[in-house]
């Protein structure tokens, strides 16, 4: 395998790199810790590594150091495709090179290769009850799959620590292949109890494969998927889906176990879930006015929400402090090709309004709008809902699993690569900060 034989060749360097930084350079400090970080959630602690992606306040995510234009212009793509494929981001994440087309393809077949899911996965699904969330039965069937793992079954067997790296690739490798068919089964059991495993066509990549899966004919959405796949990949270490994946992972558990500890921290409204409430307040605006609202009205509209001490779903980024780039590509996407669709129009009115509106309230650092903002627009013009029939939401928050888990993955590569080790904070006790401050 070219992906295998390239991270290989890499991580001597890797080793030999980080080995020689804290032998050289493990006392410098590389910040300070208050104590309104200690009780704010550890904001800005400069406490994590990752080499996979940074979130910079004014540029937005790069991903191995490409900004997300970058790598739209970049990575491979078939002619007649206008966004390209997710294996090629997936080969760059694990190896910090831009693939060419074949790189990128061998990515693709080994995902077409590991894809079957075991029956046993779609039965566990099935016995879950009719109103369990789709994060909840995401999860389960990520944790189901790890009986399957190589890691663990390696590691019992006495697997050197300098191979950590490769088993915890082929976990990767087969668990993100399998991700579009439990997500597609997830929707379409939430909808006839009777479904059946999708069944996938091999003449298709990942993203276009589960489109396909999830019944939209429109070869649009495979190109939809594919953007959304790639800009939610992974946003640094820090955030609640990543970190808790990794500190999972720290423990040498296995990447089952490891994402679907991250899957729940995902599925948290403060976190993943902030993509159906930005849609809710959308569908809310509607709703009121039984139409695309003028500049005025959604001006009121959002005082009014304000005003009642609820947030504008969608604004705001604990780090950024311009338009989250991810937003802009998507809202480029809307108004290239379905302008007129009325949430989609409303969506980008909101943009037009709420910045002006939170930077005259005076409480926010950030006015702009993140990337939660606009992707539930952008499915639902699809017809791929969030919401089921007996009314557990939840499914986008799915979408954006199977994107973030792509990150979260070809990091646990490189922690296991560069023998990262258990993590383990030092507490403090209230008491302790109150002599400190005395002191």
Known sequence: ??????????????????????????DVKVGEVNIKQVYGG???VRGL??????????????????????????????????IPFVGGLYYLL????????EQALEVEQEWKARSQVPEYVYQVLRAMPPQASPMTMFSQAILALQS????????????????????????????????????????????????????????LDWSANFAQMMGVPDRLYADLCRLYFIIHSDHESGNVSAHATHLVGSALSDVYYAASAGMNGLAGPLHGRANQEALSWLEDIIQKYGHVPSL?????????????????PGYGHAVLRKTDPRFTVQLQFGKAHFPEDSVFKL???????????????????DPWPNVDAISGALQQHFGVQDCDPTGACGFYTVLFGVSRVLGVSANAVWARALNQPIE??????TAMLEKLVVQ
């Not at 009121?300 to 304000?306: E, G, N, P, R, S």
């Open 1 to 26: 395998m070219l992906l295998k034989e390239k991270i290989a060749v890499e991580i001597p360097v890797w080793r030999e790199r980080v080995k020689k930084l804290v032998a050289t350079g493990g």
């Open 42 to 44: 550890m904001r800005d």
């Open 49 to 82: 590594v990752t080499d996979i992606s940074y979130v910079d306040p004014d540029e937005g995510i790069r991903l191995r150091g490409y900004t997300i234009d970058e790598l739209l212009l970049a990575l491979p793509k078939l002619e007649g495709d206008s």
């Open 94 to 101: 694990l190896t910090g090179e831009l693939p060419n087309l």
């Open 148 to 203: 399957e793992s190589i890691f663990t079954r390696q590691y019992d067997e006495g697997l050197r620590k300098e191979a950590y790296w490769d088993a915890t690739l082929e976990d990767s490798l087969n668990l993100t292949a399998k991700l579009p068919a439990i997500a597609a089964f997830i929707y379409q059991l939430k909808r006839d109890p009777q479904a059946k495993p999708p069944q996938a066509d091999p003449g």
């Open 296 to 312: 005025e009205e959604l001006r009121q509209f959002a005082y009014d929400t304000l005003n009642a001490g609820q947030v504008i």
């Open 347 to 365: 969506a980008s009115l909101v943009y037009d309004v709420v910045p002006g509106v939170l930077r005259e309230q005076g409480k926010v650092k």
């Open 424 to 429: 383990r904070p030092k507490s403090l006790t």
